[in-house]
């Protein structure tokens, strides 16, 4: 079935072309790197996995409580709409917001792929152009995955949302080659993993559990090559240079808490826009989960060295300012051991079934 005919509303044009700018950089030294970032590719090529045989596509998945989403988590829970919906109404409510969700992670994860291919093109350093090439093949993956998973278990897409889009479009169109970093790796990726975070951390269902462990073990090196590049070059800028990426990152960061809430799930449950927008505004549940989508971005931007006055200022607007002391190499460690532990988990469960049913086995031989 086409994709097309999946989507809650046509997206428009299906290709969409965003001019590009700036100088694809070629380096002849080919003998020298930092090691840290070989250290990351050597790992990034040990690392590759492939979805369709890691994940267990085998499990069910209940289209209309995918992610087992609790009513209090629903924006509109406790409003008299909620008190209107039926049982089957709220099954499709949970539908609607579970294909929102993964749909923008799909949409971002074919972001991420195209921002990995130009840093491939634009970087200077060698070392980081073999990086990025093998999170190319990573993003590439998780698009792949979640396009399946929208496709074979939900069965409804939506289309990217137009901010994600604004701002995956500004990161593109930007000729200087640390954009590509600071837009996707820091800001878009940042919110994603959070995201991701959160439904791993609480959904009960197996297969997007699945999902999310695995594709947030592969974020933890991007985020560390990200961390490493941008750290090293930011030290080099000058103070306007370092305020006109802060500028960047306090516009994405207003863009993303304010815009990103699944408005359009309530508009196609006919609740005009204005309205939906300010049940998502009132909602305790939203209110929390915007602030932990920063979770990442935070101590990522402090760390990389964009901590100018304006830009505290604007966390402390935002209110998540103090996740800029957040210990983010431990969160990273933590997602790594997250996906090995459900790997040595899933595989010895299923090593005991297949001693089970050679044992079976064994005993109805002997017994005829």
């Known amino acids: 079935m086409s994709t097309h005919e999946l989507y809650t509303d046509l997206p428009g044009d299906p290709l969409w072309q965003v001019p590009a700018s700036g100088a694809a950089r070629f380096s002849w030294e080919y003998d020298e790197g930092r090691e840290r970032l070989l250290a990351l590719y050597r790992k990034g090529k040990d690392k590759q996995w492939d979805g369709a045989t890691r994940i267990d596509w085998g499990l069910e998945v209940d289209p209309y409580d995918p992610l087992g989403t609790p009513d209090e988590a629903m924006s509109l829970y406790g409003t008299p709409y909620w008190a209107k919906l039926s049982d089957r109404d709220k099954g499709d409510l949970r539908r609607h917001y579970a294909s929102w969700q993964f749909s923008q992670f799909l949409h971002g994860e074919q972001g991420a792929m195209v921002c990995a291919a130009r840093i491939v093109e634009s970087v200077p350093d060698l070392d980081a152009k073999f990086y990025s090439a093998t999170q190319t093949m990573d993003e590439a993956r ?40 600071l837009g996707m790796q820091v800001l878009i990726e940042g919110l994603a993993l959070a995201a991701f975070g959160m439904i791993r951390d609480t959904t009960d269902k197996p297969l997007p559990k699945q999902i999310l462990a695995y594709i947030m073990q592969d974020e933890a090196r991007h985020v560390a090559f990200g961390r490493m590049a941008l750290r090293d070059y930011y030290k080099q800028l000058t103070d306007t240079e370092l305020r006109e990426r802060e500028e960047f990152v306090i516009e994405g960061c207003y863009l993303m808490r304010d815009r990103l809430r699944g408005t359009e799930v309530l508009e196609n449950f006919g609740i005009p826009k204005p309205e939906a927008e300010a049940l998502s505004e009132q909602s305790e549940f939203l209110r929390l989960f915007r602030k932990l989508l920063f979770s990442r971005i935070v101590p990522c931007v402090k760390d990389i060295g964009l901590w100018g006055e304006r830009l505290q200022k604007a966390y402390l607007d935002m209110g998540v300012y103090d996740l800029g002391d957040s210990n983010l190499d431990l969160l990273m460690a933590q997602d790594e051991e997250i996906a090995e532990q459900l790997d040595r988990e899933r595989f010895a469960a299923e090593e005991a079934e297949r001693v089970a049913e050679v044992e079976s086995a064994i005993e109805e031989g002997a017994a005829q």
């Open 142 to 181: 998780h698009a792949e995955i979640y396009s399946r998973f929208l496709h074979e278990k939900i069965g409804m897409l939506y289309p990217i949302n137009d901010n994600l889009q604004s701002l995956l479009g500004d990161t593109l169109r930007d000729s200087r080659w640390d954009m590509p970093y």
